[in-house]
């Protein structure tokens, strides 16, 4: 009787590790927005795939960066773009020129001149977003030692009196 028991509760126990729910893996932005972007590599830049195009960069941005997420305008993202610090003037205007570009030839009413290259350039700015996020991080962290050590850290200096 107590071998039954136990039989049932290391069944039931096998039966409740097997059957529970997993934690979703966690995909990193970058990473999601590559798997996205590589097998459009191929197809001709068209209205669909430029939008397809731009709205993984978007996602990739609204993830990584703090921007609302959801639907918005090119101008209502650069307008958040420019007055974002975390993404920089430099990586700012290269993504609100891409997504303009984007547009225009969505909307355009003859054949665009030539291709945009659209997949490429958009795998571009996701590598200098991850740098600038690397520097950024890299930032944070010298910051949190200077703190902890009570100095700044090296090429910067404290400002009094502010």
């Known amino acids: 009787?107590?071998?039954?028991?136990?039989?049932?509760?290391?069944?039931?126990?096998?039966?409740?590790?097997?059957?529970?729910?997993?934690?979703?893996?966690?995909?990193?932005?970058?990473?999601?927005?590559?798997?996205e972007l590589e097998p459009l590599k191929q197809k001709p830049e068209e209205g669909i795939l430029l939008s397809q195009i731009s709205q993984t960069l978007r996602r990739y941005l609204a993830a990584v960066f703090p921007l609302p997420p959801g639907e918005l305008t090119t101008t209502d993202l650069s307008q958040l773009i420019v007055q974002n610090e975390k993404i920089g003037p430099e990586l700012g205007g290269e993504v609100?020129?891409?997504?303009?570009?984007?547009?225009?030839?969505?909307?355009?009413?003859?054949?665009?001149?030539?291709?945009?290259?659209?997949?490429?350039?958009?795998?571009?700015?996701?590598?200098?977003?991850?740098?600038?996020?690397?520097?950024?991080?890299?930032?944070?962290?010298?910051?949190?030692?200077?703190?902890?050590?009570?100095r700044p850290p090296s090429g910067q200096r404290i400002v009094s009196g502010a």
């Open 1 to 35: 009787m107590l071998g039954a028991v136990f039989a049932v509760g290391v069944f039931a126990t096998l039966v409740w590790l097997l059957a529970r729910p997993r934690p979703p893996v966690r995909i990193p932005p970058a990473v999601r927005a590559r798997e």
């Open 96 to 150: 609100i020129e891409f997504l303009r570009a984007c547009d225009l030839r969505k909307f355009a009413p003859g054949p665009p001149p030539a291709p945009l290259e659209a997949v490429s350039r958009a795998l571009s700015l996701i590598d200098r977003a991850e740098k600038r996020l690397a520097e950024l991080n890299h930032a944070t962290e010298l910051s949190a030692d200077s703190e902890s050590n009570g």
